[in-house]
């Protein structure tokens, strides 16, 4: 486990007994209105099924193949194998999981990242369940007579079975969109009825493909919802009438002066029925009516048609109108049905490359954002975001990545914002599989359902009908003869909208061009930067959906818009990420673009907030939050969640009072000023600012330095290798190695502290804290420092070797002395390549947080001389390391000699291994073919060549103890047998390799190998047989004796195979190396790499 410094100090501190800082809410979470309309209710009835459920998880039984497309079946459920604890409908039964999960957080190896605990009641063990069984009764209203009896199911996370007492009612498999199972003749109208709902995780119907490694999902995979499994929209129970409309179809049709309604009545009568079918648009006008006969157990169509001539008010952003189509259904006179379908009086049209809304061009800029929490449940949440987008003077809005929740589309038809609609087909997760007849045939029956559920939704723009798929053919590396044939499947997919949905002409792929040419709009998505060479020019509408470098871009990336303040602080990155946008905005967007939508305003544009959460002096516990404190109440329509973590998300729509709507960054300001009424603004991120350039260093002088403390202990080693010219005696410039030079001593003395014990840090009259930190802040006064720029001090994308440091300096020393280097209170290894769901908050945690001191460099006076206490962890061996060392050292007047950097230490005195190069991870396909295969030239490589795509790179163990190997930045499988390899040198000063060289005294030196599976230990290119393997805790343990090691440098190269990277028990190795001869353990030394030349002396 990463031990990360901060965090245990947090939480292990003075502060650790803190009491939670949670709020309660005693609202409504979620409101939601009725089903049934009021206008409907004559004749239609609701019952809510939500409410607490029965829940039994099912086993995947042992030996199910995963990736073989034949899904495990669910067994019915066992009478007694109920939890005892129920599960609140609707809710997936894992969702705990929709976000960071539970082991986040104190103690554990991600403690910034925010927890997804949203229902504490849940156990932890339904987190993993990937089948079972959900379980109610409900009764029939008396009073529902002859109505028919129909579920419907808003949406269901999985593969579903609907049993209704015992008899099968229904199957569905999408997860996103809403069905509808006629249970008339399963139920009892005068008892209990038992509804049961098996769900089986989509994950389980995966199919491998053969050939293009990455594709295995044949059905519409969403993003960030990919993993929940169970009922997680409302479900309800329908009274309707036998003959009914069961659906309508409103057509808008501006440009015609014509409102057209298709309407389908739908009879389950047992004979033929003659019915009309009239009403009103309210509060408009009346309607002319028809009549259609519809046979028994079947559906009939009838369209009326109606001029507009004004009555009507037309709907835009600015004025959102909207009106109901009441319709009524009678047979005779008698009136035997009631339909409510709310519309809007509008018409989005493509002429050439402009977009047109009620034939008037329209440019659209507005948001997109990923459903990362069960949040997007709440109307409340939408309308926040809403709110934000038309307050930096957005009017668009694309629910991203697969069909959101119903109330999207109602809020923004309400509140006036254009929606781009888009399905599950999101090809950014790069795991759909086009080699599947069944993914095609899900991914139109779910582009259908869209289609369907969402045409009447005046705000509705048009049909994105996928979003990235390029990622599928760039990452499998699809041949172009394969490629040309799914891509005119893609074409034939979107076409399906303009056949059930003649009145919109947008049809897209978001991110895909225009699909060669075969789709009406050309959509692409940017990262940072504003590449206008990158426009077509076409007679088509042009939309950049996606803009920006907001979820991956990098400090240094960023450092082209505003320099070195990119680097300074999550605001200072914002800074930047405003600038760019501005110019998007101003140069792109208006002057070119239909539609334009930077990248996920509402999550990197605001700030996360810290809901029920106030002790900056701790981290966040699962006490903290927002509590719902609201009874928990049956039939109410709407998810109830149980708490609100921290930092989930940037919207506050009123559940922590204490907290704003959104905390705008400069991200938001930026797109406010550039979309102003009447033109873009004069704003600070209107052009991009640089750093002025550091003063120089002065020209060293220094060309002898003291060095107090062991002479052959590894910082005097490391200061050589640096280049250090380090002298005989006391000098006029001193290092010393954690001890205090005397009171006597003239000049300057440099004392690294890394690692001192208690005892002797008295003199300096200061004490250690535990401080991380991957960046530093200098002295931009001080000559030893001014020199630097942030970009200079940033080690946070050096893997294990970016903690530059891991305590710092308190005390009477550092308050009164003058600080140097400090930490700094950003900690970008949490961003960068974290999960969108927890980098931004990480980030703006840890910079939240009290933290102990971070000075890292200290100058004070000591008796005649000049002190400088250092608390860097000098043994980081990084190249960005030592790039720093030389330089701080070269600024403090020492004339450095040539570096040996590539022979830092391999080993600490005490023989653990610690540094090393490394390559992998190769696949295999067991552990046995892992370890036996030679896949760099086990005989002849001495880290030196790379194989194939691979290639060596340093590493070094953070923890000081083994390698995680899950944590070195390497390329490979991260599930399946593969193999690593370590490569390192030591220098033995007596040759134990030849007996009649050095006697039959010559030391002994043996070496221990702790793997999580098996190891080799090759030794100059020859393998050493292990004298013996046994258990060590998960590990096996390999003792390698009596290695043959030569007179000079050996190198040793470390082979481990293991058959899994992550989980309960990570691949891992740790090496000790042990003699025994004392003084001769003393004497040898180690080395990453040799640098030929450098040194006199290179590996054999």
């Given at each position: 486990?990463?031990?990360?410094?901060?965090?245990?100090?947090?939480?292990?501190?003075?502060?650790?007994?803190?009491?939670?800082?949670?709020?309660?809410?005693?609202?409504?979470?979620?409101?939601?209105?009725?089903?049934?309309?009021?206008?409907?209710?004559?004749?239609?009835?609701?019952?809510?099924?939500?409410?607490?459920?029965?829940?039994?998880?099912?086993?995947?039984?042992?030996?199910?193949?995963?990736?073989?497309?034949?899904?495990?079946?669910?067994?019915?459920?066992?009478?007694?194998?109920?939890?005892?604890?129920?599960?609140?409908?609707?809710?997936?039964?894992?969702?705990?999981?929709?976000?960071?999960?539970?082991?986040?957080?104190?103690?554990?190896?991600?403690?910034?990242?925010?927890?997804?605990?949203?229902?504490?009641?849940?156990?932890?063990?339904?987190?993993?369940?990937?089948?079972?069984?959900?379980?109610?009764?409900?009764?029939?209203?008396?009073?529902?007579?002859?109505?028919?009896?129909?579920?419907?199911?808003?949406?269901?996370?999985?593969?579903?079975?609907?049993?209704?007492?015992?008899?099968?009612?229904?199957?569905?498999?999408?997860?996103?969109?809403?069905?509808?199972?006629?249970?008339?003749?399963?139920?009892?109208?005068?008892?209990?009825?038992?509804?049961?709902?098996?769900?089986?995780?989509?994950?389980?119907?995966?199919?491998?493909?053969?050939?293009?490694?990455?594709?295995?999902?044949?059905?519409?995979?969403?993003?960030?919802?990919?993993?929940?499994?169970?009922?997680?929209?409302?479900?309800?129970?329908?009274?309707?009438?036998?003959?009914?409309?069961?659906?309508?179809?409103?057509?808008?049709?501006?440009?015609?002066?014509?409102?057209?309604?298709?309407?389908?009545?739908?009879?389950?009568?047992?004979?033929?029925?003659?019915?009309?079918?009239?009403?009103?648009?309210?509060?408009?006008?009346?309607?002319?009516?028809?009549?259609?006969?519809?046979?028994?157990?079947?559906?009939?169509?009838?369209?009326?048609?109606?001029?507009?001539?004004?009555?009507?008010?037309?709907?835009?952003?600015?004025?959102?109108?909207?009106?109901?189509?009441?319709?009524?259904?009678?047979?005779?006179?008698?009136?035997?049905?009631?339909?409510?379908?709310?519309?809007?009086?509008?018409?989005?049209?493509?002429?050439?490359?402009?977009?047109?809304?009620?034939?008037?061009?329209?440019?659209?800029?507005?948001?997109?954002?990923?459903?990362?929490?069960?949040?997007?449940?709440?109307?409340?949440?939408?309308?926040?975001?809403?709110?934000?987008?038309?307050?930096?003077?957005?009017?668009?809005?694309?629910?991203?990545?697969?069909?959101?929740?119903?109330?999207?589309?109602?809020?923004?038809?309400?509140?006036?914002?254009?929606?781009?609609?888009?399905?599950?087909?999101?090809?950014?997760?790069?795991?759909?599989?086009?080699?599947?007849?069944?993914?095609?045939?899900?991914?139109?029956?779910?582009?259908?359902?869209?289609?369907?559920?969402?045409?009447?939704?005046?705000?509705?723009?048009?049909?994105?009908?996928?979003?990235?798929?390029?990622?599928?053919?760039?990452?499998?590396?699809?041949?172009?003869?394969?490629?040309?044939?799914?891509?005119?499947?893609?074409?034939?997919?979107?076409?399906?909208?303009?056949?059930?949905?003649?009145?919109?002409?947008?049809?897209?792929?978001?991110?895909?061009?225009?699909?060669?040419?075969?789709?009406?709009?050309?959509?692409?998505?940017?990262?940072?930067?504003?590449?206008?060479?990158?426009?077509?020019?076409?007679?088509?509408?042009?939309?950049?959906?996606?803009?920006?470098?907001?979820?991956?871009?990098?400090?240094?990336?960023?450092?082209?818009?505003?320099?070195?303040?990119?680097?300074?602080?999550?605001?200072?990155?914002?800074?930047?990420?405003?600038?760019?946008?501005?110019?998007?905005?101003?140069?792109?967007?208006?002057?070119?673009?239909?539609?334009?939508?930077?990248?996920?305003?509402?999550?990197?544009?605001?700030?996360?907030?810290?809901?029920?959460?106030?002790?900056?002096?701790?981290?966040?516990?699962?006490?903290?939050?927002?509590?719902?404190?609201?009874?928990?109440?049956?039939?109410?329509?709407?998810?109830?969640?149980?708490?609100?973590?921290?930092?989930?998300?940037?919207?506050?729509?009123?559940?922590?009072?204490?907290?704003?709507?959104?905390?705008?960054?400069?991200?938001?300001?930026?797109?406010?000023?550039?979309?102003?009424?009447?033109?873009?603004?004069?704003?600070?991120?209107?052009q991009r600012t640089q750093t002025p350039p550091r003063p120089a260093a002065p020209a060293p002088t220094i060309e002898k330095v003291g060095f107090i403390g062991d002479r052959n202990g590894l910082l005097a080693k490391r200061l050589r290798a640096l280049?250090?010219?380090?002298?005989?005696?006391?000098?006029?410039?001193?290092?010393?190695?954690?001890?205090?030079?005397?009171?006597?001593?003239?000049?300057?003395?440099?004392?690294?502290?890394?690692?001192?014990?208690?005892?002797?840090?008295?003199?300096?009259?200061?004490?250690?804290?535990?401080?991380?930190?991957?960046?530093?802040?200098?002295?931009?006064?001080?000559?030893?420092?001014?020199?630097?720029?942030?970009?200079?001090?940033?080690?946070?994308?050096?893997?294990?070797?970016?903690?530059?440091?891991?305590?710092?300096?308190?005390?009477?020393?550092a308050e009164r002395g003058r600080v140097l280097l400090r930490a700094s209170d950003t900690d970008w290894s949490l961003f960068n390549e974290a999960p969108e769901h927890a980098k931004c908050a990480a980030v703006v945690l840890h910079e939240h947080l009290?933290?102990?001191?971070?000075?890292?460099?200290?100058?004070?006076?000591?008796?005649?001389?000049?002190?400088?206490?250092?608390?860097?962890?000098?043994?980081?061996?990084?190249?960005?390391?030592?790039?720093?060392?030389?330089?701080?050292?070269?600024?403090?007047?020492?004339?450095?000699?040539?570096?040996?950097?590539?022979?830092?230490?391999?080993?600490?005195?005490?023989?653990?291994?610690?540094?090393?190069?490394?390559?992998?991870?190769?696949?295999?396909?067991?552990?046995?073919?892992?370890?036996?295969?030679?896949?760099?030239?086990?005989?002849?490589?001495?880290?030196?060549?790379?194989?194939?795509?691979?290639?060596?790179?340093?590493?070094?163990?953070?923890?000081?103890?083994?390698?995680?190997?899950?944590?070195?930045?390497?390329?490979?499988?991260?599930?399946?047998?593969?193999?690593?390899y370590f490569s390192c040198w030591v220098r033995s000063p007596r040759a134990l390799d030849d007996l009649l060289a050095d006697g039959p005294d010559a030391p002994q030196c043996t070496t221990f190998c702790y793997a999580s599976e098996k190891c080799r230990?090759?030794?100059?290119?020859?393998?050493?047989?292990?004298?013996?393997?046994?258990?060590?805790?998960?590990?096996?343990?390999?003792?390698?004796?009596?290695?043959?090691?030569?007179?000079?440098?050996?190198?040793?190269?470390?082979?481990?195979?293991?058959?899994?990277?992550?989980?309960?028990?990570?691949?891992?190795?740790?090496?000790?190396?042990?003699?025994?001869?004392?003084?001769?353990?003393?004497?040898?030394?180690?080395?990453?790499?040799?640098?030929?030349?450098?040194?006199?002396?290179?590996?054999?």
């Open positions: 486990m990463v031990r990360i410094l901060l965090a245990c100090a947090l939480a292990g501190g003075a502060f650790a007994s803190a009491e939670a800082s949670r709020v309660e809410f005693a609202g409504d979470f979620a409101p939601a209105a009725d089903w049934v309309k009021p206008s409907e209710k004559p004749f239609r009835a609701e019952v809510c099924l939500n409410g607490a459920w029965q829940f039994q998880p099912v086993a995947v039984p042992d030996g199910f193949k995963r990736g073989s497309g034949e899904p495990p079946q669910l067994p019915m459920p066992k009478s007694d194998g109920w939890e005892t604890t129920p599960i609140k409908i609707p809710s997936p039964w894992n969702v705990n999981t929709w976000g960071g999960g539970r082991n986040v957080g104190t103690g554990t190896e991600r403690p910034f990242w925010p927890d997804s605990v949203y229902f504490p009641s849940y156990p932890a063990a339904w987190d993993k369940a990937e089948m079972g069984w959900l379980r109610r009764t409900f009764r029939v209203p008396a009073d529902w007579g002859k109505r028919r009896v129909v579920l419907h199911f808003e949406a269901v996370a999985g593969d579903c079975q609907v049993l209704v007492n015992g008899q099968p009612a229904g199957t569905h498999f999408d997860k996103y969109l809403p069905f509808e199972l006629d249970i008339t003749r399963l139920v009892r109208r005068d008892g209990d009825n038992e509804l049961l709902v098996g769900v089986r995780a989509h994950a389980l119907f995966n199919k491998q493909s053969q050939r293009y490694p990455k594709m295995r999902a044949p059905y519409p995979c969403g993003s960030m919802t990919d993993r929940l499994v169970g009922i997680w929209q409302d479900v309800f129970l329908l009274g309707l009438p036998p003959v009914r409309v069961a659906d309508v179809f409103v057509k808008p049709l501006v440009d015609k002066d014509t409102l057209e309604l298709e309407i389908t009545v739908r009879n389950d009568s047992e004979r033929e029925q003659a019915v009309a079918v009239g009403g009103e648009i309210s509060p408009a006008f009346a309607l002319t009516g028809g009549s259609v006969t519809v046979p028994a157990g079947a559906t009939a169509k009838l369209t009326l048609r109606e001029r507009v001539n004004g009555r009507l008010k037309l709907w835009a952003p600015a004025s959102p109108n909207l009106y109901a189509a009441v319709l009524s259904v009678k047979q005779g006179e008698r009136v035997v049905d009631s339909h409510f379908t709310r519309f809007g009086w509008r018409q989005f049209a493509i002429r050439g490359n402009e977009l047109l809304l009620n034939g008037q061009p329209i440019k659209l800029t507005g948001d997109f954002l990923h459903p990362f929490g069960p949040f997007v449940l709440s109307r409340s949440y939408v309308q926040a975001w809403y709110r934000l987008i038309q307050d930096f003077g957005g009017n668009s809005v694309r629910p991203h990545a697969q069909p959101h929740p119903r109330h999207y589309l109602e809020l923004a038809d309400e509140m006036g914002l254009v929606a781009l609609d888009e399905t599950a087909i999101f090809g950014s997760a790069i795991s759909l599989n086009f080699e599947e007849p069944m993914a095609w045939q899900r991914f139109a029956e779910h582009y259908d359902g869209l289609v369907l559920r969402d045409r009447n939704h005046p705000s509705v723009l048009g049909w994105s009908f996928g979003n990235e798929l390029f990622a599928i053919f760039d990452h499998n590396n699809v041949p172009k003869e394969v490629a040309d044939g799914w891509y005119r499947q893609l074409a034939e997919l979107g076409a399906r909208g303009r056949r059930l949905d003649p009145t919109r002409d947008w049809i897209s792929c978001d991110g895909d061009e225009d699909l060669r040419g075969m789709l009406p709009v050309w959509s692409k998505h940017f990262g940072h930067g504003t590449p206008l060479d990158r426009l077509p020019s076409i007679n088509k509408p042009l939309m950049v959906g996606e803009s920006g470098g907001t979820y991956y871009a990098r400090p240094k990336q960023m450092a082209e818009f505003n320099g070195a303040r990119a680097y300074e602080s999550y605001v200072g990155r914002n800074e930047a990420l405003a600038i760019d946008v501005y110019d998007n905005i101003v140069r792109m967007a208006l002057p070119r673009l239909s539609y334009f939508s930077a990248s996920e305003t509402a999550w990197f544009g605001v700030e996360h907030l810290n809901f029920g959460y106030r002790d900056f002096t701790r981290l966040p516990g699962k006490e903290d939050g927002v509590f719902f404190t609201k009874p928990f109440e049956e039939g109410k329509p709407g998810i109830q969640p149980e708490r609100l973590p921290p930092y989930v998300a940037a919207l506050n729509p009123g559940w922590d009072p204490s907290l704003p709507l959104y905390k705008p960054l400069a991200m938001f300001d930026a797109q406010k000023a550039a979309l102003a009424k009447g033109g873009p603004q004069p704003s600070p991120w209107s280049g250090v010219p380090l002298a005989e005696g006391a000098q006029a410039f001193n290092i010393a190695d954690g001890v205090a030079p005397a009171e006597d001593t003239p000049g300057t003395t440099l004392v690294m502290l890394s690692g001192a014990n208690s005892s002797k840090l008295q003199p300096f009259n200061c004490s250690l804290t535990d401080r991380s930190a991957t960046a530093l802040v200098p002295d931009a006064a001080h000559s030893w420092t001014a020199p630097f720029a942030l970009p200079d001090l940033y080690f946070a994308e050096d893997g294990p070797d970016r903690f530059i440091m891991r305590q710092g300096i308190a005390g009477p020393v009290v933290k102990p001191s971070g000075a890292a460099l200290v100058e004070t006076v000591h008796g005649k001389g000049k002190l400088l206490l250092c608390s860097l962890d000098w043994r980081v061996a990084s190249r960005p390391a030592n790039t720093f060392w030389r330089r701080l050292l070269t600024n403090a007047g020492i004339k450095l000699g040539e570096p040996a950097d590539a022979n830092v230490a391999a080993f600490d005195e005490h023989g653990a291994l610690l540094n090393a190069l490394s390559i992998g991870r190769f696949p295999a396909a067991s552990v046995e073919t892992a370890l036996n295969t030679d896949f760099i030239g086990e005989a002849r490589n001495r880290g030196t060549e790379p194989s194939g795509k691979f290639r060596w790179q340093t590493v070094n163990s953070p923890s000081r103890d083994r390698f995680v190997l899950q944590q070195l930045k390497q390329t490979g499988p991260k599930s399946g047998a593969f193999a690593v230990l090759f030794l100059n290119g020859r393998e050493v047989p292990s004298a013996r393997q046994e258990p060590a805790d998960y590990r096996t343990r390999y003792q390698f004796e009596r290695l043959p090691l030569k007179k000079g440098w050996n190198h040793l190269l470390f082979k481990v195979a293991s058959s899994e990277l992550g989980g309960e028990h990570p691949a891992t190795l740790a090496v000790r190396m042990t003699s025994n001869n004392a003084e001769y353990f003393r004497q040898l030394e180690s080395a990453v790499e040799m640098a030929t030349g450098k040194l006199g002396r290179k590996g054999p």
